[in-house]
């Protein structure tokens, strides 16, 4: 990072900081309800190289993107003005300076090993890292949550994209060898210790290589019907439901809108029991809350396709514990928990599987619960 840096901008970087991607073990769909989830950070991060400028420029260059540095001015940095790649950094910056904090321009040179579009949140990695290494350099001592929530804004903000905040806060405030379990609505956060590994356990990540167009317009669709759903049952979120109130949302919501309060609901639920199950030390019992939470996905909330639940299929027929699909939907990448034993069996017949079906291979890899941003240099 540092030669290149060096490359690219003539000076050495005074910091570079990682933060990581992440898969959501149990909690789709609800941190934009106030809900509750649990997401792990893998061990797949973006980089940053930084050094602070005292001209008020920034100055940005990503290992993944072709072309010349992108240089911008930071009293330029409005919603709409950048829309490439570089929205995502920038937004972090510009979130920066509406939260009021005091910084200037810096050079920033990128590099990841999270895959981007794949559901393991590279958007919230590239923030994340950004938003970090901004902070050490210019003292502002900002909390990991604080940042996640700056980066969760820029990726509303400025990239326009409506995402909630588990793939910030999943990405700062992470430990290893834990889950985070994540209350939206009170803003707290525990760790939740999930060491697959010390229990013959093994979370394996297949990511499909698909990513449906109709997903763009699917998130923020979904997202406004949680919310009128909410405001029908004159609720302030679908997170105050309860599934005793289940048959009674049943009479009183438009048909389109009852699957996505109950998805809500039972994935609530199921994140309190996953939640439950680790902390008694059943961590093989968390597979069928994952299946469970697959079903409802593509049953109630209608976002998976055909390639990620021939994965869950497939690998639940080879001996998994559990799988389901992870992140927003339509595609992306599944994950798939499973005895250490079985994982080669798995990994054969889903790549068999997409063969037959005339799908691309399949990227698989297993993943261990890993730390939130860091500093490394
Ligand atoms: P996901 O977060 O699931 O990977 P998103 O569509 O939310 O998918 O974010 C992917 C986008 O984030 C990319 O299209 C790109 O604009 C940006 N991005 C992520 N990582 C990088 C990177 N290392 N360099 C440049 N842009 C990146
Ligand atoms: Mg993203």
Redesign the pocket.
Known sequence: MKEVFRRIYGTDPEVVWAAP?RVNLIGEHTDYNDGFALPIAIPRH?LVAARHRQDGRLRLH????DGPVIDLDLARLTPGAVT??A??PAGVVWALLEDGQRIGGADLH???T?????????????ECAVAFAYNDLYGLGLSAPALALLAQRA?NGFAG?P?GAM?QLASACCNEAAALHLDIRAGAHEQVPFDPQAHGLSLLVVDTRVKHDLGDGAYAALRSGCEEAARRLGLAALRDLTPADLPRVAEDLPAPLVPLARHVVTENGRVAEAVSRLRAGHVAKLGPILTEGHASLRDDFRISCAESDLVVDTALAHGALGARMT??GFG?SVIVLAEEGWLEAIRIAVTAAFRVAGYQDPHLFPVSPAAGARRIA
């Open positions: 991607g973006t990503s290992a993944q993107v490439t790649w929205a995502y990128i590099d990841s999270v895959p981007t579009g794949a559901g393991l949140s590279s958007s919230a990695a590239l990726e994209v995402c793939d992140g927003g992306g």
